[in-house]
């Protein structure tokens, strides 16, 4: 494994989104999770990725806090970032087209074609039905709740 992407809202925030009265976001991260991205994943030289379909300054301002280089926002085809990012990092897919060297995680149908070119898939506890059933590894904790950090920690204990 050398590559794990995440999604943004639901994954590692809890998928919701304030609006103050100036029309400014608000999105909550989990410590954990940061610390799992920042600190476990270089040690065992995982490349972190965050992939999200909408645009906020807050995403990339937690990207660039826990050293996420590759940080790609309004992105609703998935797949075909994916495929632009893998080539960037020289991981190219099997005969089956699935990229065995990439774990994604996210949370709703948005996520299922991108999960389905990736060697493993995780979601949080509280993800899509459809998305739970697609997943190899299924979160005891929702979205944004330390979901990422168990499932960074499943992928070293499993596959490193």
Partial sequence: MKVIVFDVDGTLTDGRIYIGNDGEEFKAFN?????????????YNLIPVVITARQSQIVKNRCDELGIVHCYQSCRDKNQKLKEVAE?????????????????????????????????????????????????????????????????????????
């Fill in 31 to 43: 410590i954990k999770d940061g610390c799992g991205i920042h600190d476990l994943m270089p040690k």
């Fill in 88 to 160: 960037v990092l020289g991981i190219f897919p099997d005969e089956q087209q699935v990229y065995r060297e990439i774990a994604y995680m996210g949370d709703d149908i948005i996520d299922m074609p991108v999960m389905q070119l990736c060697g493993i898939t995780g979601c949080p506890n509280d993800a899509a039905k459809e998305i739970k059933l697609l997943a190899d590894f299924v979160s005891n904790k929702k979205g944004g709740e330390g979901a990422a950090r168990e499932f960074i920690e499943w992928i070293i204990e499993n596959y490193i």
